[in-house]
């Protein structure tokens, strides 16, 4: 499966973006998907997770700006940001993990794509 994220750019402080991850194949039966952020320097950080059955969560410092979502329809996964900050700088990555059984043992594939930048500054 190849992601490839977009939605990404320079926004002045308190705007809001969407963050699109489109899949070449279906996201239908991913088993958990997420949104990752790194900022240079700074260790890859999860920003929001959808499980299969489209529970959420969030990392501590989201506190209710961001909003996960997929469209199962268009193979995307999606994230909202709202009231952006400086330090929401950085690459934001997306990640979808399949689970198959093998030989009796489930076995977890990953995939993420090459990253959009969001840059937060006046």
């Given amino acids: 499966v190849s ?21 070449d194949g279906s996201i239908r039966n991913a088993y958990w998907m997420a949104w990752y952020r790194q900022a240079p320097g700074q260790e890859r950080d999860m920003v929001a997770s959808l499980t299969a059955a489209d ?31 400086p330090d929401d700088t950085a690459m934001y990555y997306c990640t ?6 093998e030989y009796g043992e489930w076995e977890y594939d990953d995939y993420w794509g090459q990253g959009t930048q969001v840059t937060v500054s006046s």
């Avoid at 529970?55 to 709202?82: E, H």
């Fill in 55 to 85: 529970r959420p969560n969030y990392g501590d410092f989201v506190k209710g700006r961001f909003t996960i979502s997929r469209d199962n329809t268009r193979n995307t996964l999606n994230l909202q940001i709202t009231n952006l900050r």
């Fill in 96 to 101: 979808v993990e399949f689970q198959r059984l």
């Fill in 3 to 23: 992601l490839v994220e977009s939605g990404g750019g320079l926004v002045q402080p308190g705007g809001s973006l969407r963050l699109s991850c489109a899949a």
